[in-house]
């Protein structure tokens, strides 16, 4: 019913930039919380950023003051944009959004993108 839909990631070397889309599509009336997350070979999948209708946003420690999360909510998109990219953000990045509620009035809790790699070579 709702779909997430990631795109920006790729090869970069350190240093560099990447900004990464994801795009929520369906019967959606609202969203809560739109957020970045990543998955490193071997590791557990760990909060990057996320940012709430408001505007409210929390950052990662080992992010802040790299990477900015912005939210369009007429489009139910949320970017990140990652500079100073290090070797050590290579990983896959998901997109989600969290507190869906659809037309119907029916609420979800959440729901998550298939991923997209972010590689940063040294």
């Known amino acids: 019913q709702v779909q997430l839909v990631e795109s920006g990631g790729g090869l970069v070397q350190t240093g560099e930039s990447l900004r990464l889309s994801c795009a929520a599509s369906g019967s959606i009336f609202s969203i809560n919380t739109m957020g970045w997350y990543r998955q490193a070979p071997g590791k557990q999948r760990e909060l990057v950023a996320a940012?709430?209708?408001?505007?409210?946003?929390n950052y990662a420690d080992f992010v802040k003051g790299r990477f900015t999360i912005s939210r369009d909510n007429a489009k139910n998109t949320v970017y990140l944009q990652m500079n100073s990219l290090k070797p050590e953000d290579t990983a896959v990045y998901y997109c989600?959004?969290?507190?869906?509620?659809?037309?119907?009035?029916?609420?979800?809790?959440?729901?998550w993108g298939q991923g997209t790699q972010v590689t940063v070579s040294s």
């Open positions: 989600n959004a969290g507190g869906v509620t659809v037309y119907s009035g029916r609420y979800y809790p959440g729901y």
């Open positions: 940012i709430t209708s408001g505007g409210t946003t």
